[in-house]
């Protein structure tokens, strides 16, 4: 019964951020396109911290359970966390709001490359210099950023969602700001952790 316990909330736990990075980066390419950064290759996996998490989980259930029940448990939960699961992207309602996202991206990208919008340090989208901006187009603009930071607060809890983990929609948000300026072009402009400025 214990045994059964303890792998379940380990399991339910664990967030799959390779997986979700790996979903984030199609979307992201998608959503901008022929502006997305050639060559962006991906992280290299964290295998050293993926380690110490295991063993971080072992100590503690050795501490607790006896040798043959934490060997048992040690056998089991690192296949578990092996085992990556995918991210479920496909969804009507997901299809929709990158589909949504994409069509903008055109009339967003020429304020990206003028650095009259960038990318914030939670995944979204927020003007930096309005100035930059015509006069005439600058409700335009701000419409437009309004309705991509709605398309991409629905989107991070629209994967959650699908996923069957609503918990995991900060996780997604975060792993989306950082790929959303890893993949942005040159000239981009995007918020450092502090959210001051910087260009790409």
Request: glycine share 8%; net charge neutral; hydrophobic share 40%.
């Amino acid at each position: 019964m214990a045994l059964g316990l303890v792998a379940c909330v380990t399991i339910n736990i664990y967030f799959p951020a390779a997986a979700a990075e790996e979903a984030a980066r199609t979307i992201v390419r998608d959503v901008l396109g022929e502006e997305a950064a050639p060559g962006q290759g991906e992280p290299a996996p964290k295998e050293e911290s993926k380690m110490d998490d295991e063993q971080s989980s072992l100590d503690i259930l050795q501490t607790g359970l006896s040798n043959t029940l934490a060997g048992v448990v040690g056998f089991i939960i690192p296949q578990a966390q092996a085992a990556q699961p995918n991210i479920d992207i496909d969804s009507p309602a997901i299809r929709k709001l990158r589909a949504s996202m994409s069509s903008r991206q055109n009339a967003l990208a020429a304020h990206y490359r003028s650095g009259a919008l960038g990318f914030t340090n939670n995944g979204l989208v927020d003007v930096r210099d309005l100035k930059l901006v015509s006069l005439r187009d600058r409700n335009k603009v701000k419409k437009m950023v309004a309705d991509e930071n709605g398309d991409r607060k629905a989107l991070y809890a629209e994967i959650a969602r699908a996923n069957g983990q609503p918990q995991w929609e900060k996780n997604i948000r975060d792993t989306f700001a950082r790929v959303w300026v890893e993949e942005a072009p040159k000239g981009y402009w995007y918020q450092d952790g502090k959210g001051n400025w910087r260009q790409k």
